[in-house]
Structure formats: structure tokens, C-alpha cells
């Protein structure tokens, strides 16, 4: 459900600073960041197409954006479905709805897209 989704993805950021405060730039063991970055793709890609955008999407990419910070690199398929789904989500959002939510969803978007795409296709940080 969606508590559990945002539990997750909440949960991600505290990891990456942890790990940074450490003096470590990845997170341990190294699948650990692939398997979240596949996870985040699968809840970007059951966002259903009639639902109201919410904090989902939004936590995505900002789970995204501090994952990115950590190596090892993401191997090139995986950014290739993340950026995909994240697109499509992104691009599918009903303009239709008109409520604080979609709104405010609307107005961080340009920002959190901006974010992610800068660190996926800056140089790796290994």
C-alpha cells in the first residue's frame, strides 16, 4: 500500500546520509543499490494511469536523486528503465485534476526531474 511504498522510500535518504557521515560513498552491500533503484521502477510503474499523482512519484525522485549520489554506477539498463519510467509517469499525470496536490505535484516536478536526470547522466561517482 502506499504507507509501505513511502516507508521505503523515506527510508533511503537516512541511508545514503548515514553511510555518508561514515566516510563511505556507497551503501552496503553494493546489490543494495540496485535492488532499490528496481524497486522504485516497479512503484513508478504501478502508479495507475486514472490515479491521482501523489507523494509516490515525487519520493521517487528524490530517492533517486540521493541514490545517485552513492556508487557503484548504476549499469546503463537500469537508468535506461528508471528514466523511462519516470517519464512516462511524470508525462501521464492528469492536468485534468485540478487539486492542491496535482498542483504543488506540478509545480516540484521540473525541480525533481532536473535533479535526478543531473546526477543519472553526470559521470558515475565511482
Given at each position: 500500500d502506499e504507507a509501505q511504498q513511502l516507508a521505503f522510500l523515506h527510508a533511503i535518504f537516512p541511508a545514503c546520509l548515514a553511510a555518508r557521515q561514515r566516510?563511505?560513498?556507497?551503501l552496503e552491500p553494493h546489490c543494495c543499490?540496485?535492488?532499490?533503484?528496481?524497486r522504485i521502477v516497479?512503484?513508478?510503474?504501478?502508479?495507475?494511469?486514472?490515479?491521482?499523482?501523489?507523494?509516490?512519484l515525487a519520493n521517487s525522485l528524490i530517492a533517486v536523486g540521493n541514490l545517485s549520489t552513492m556508487t557503484p554506477a548504476?549499469?546503463?539498463e537500469l537508468?535506461?528503465?528508471l528514466l523511462r519510467?519516470?517519464?512516462?509517469a511524470v508525462f501521464t499525470l492528469g492536468m485534468e485534476k485540478d487539486?492542491?496536490?496535482v498542483q504543488d505535484l506540478?509545480?516540484?516536478l521540473p525541480d525533481l526531474l532536473d535533479a535526478m536526470l543531473g546526477n543519472l547522466l553526470a559521470e558515475s561517482p565511482d
Open positions: 566516510g563511505q560513498d556507497s543499490k540496485a535492488a532499490m533503484v528496481e516497479e512503484l513508478t510503474g504501478e502508479l495507475p494511469e486514472d490515479s491521482q499523482p501523489g507523494s509516490v548504476l549499469e546503463p537508468q535506461t528503465h519510467a519516470a517519464l512516462h487539486t492542491t496536490q506540478h509545480r516540484v
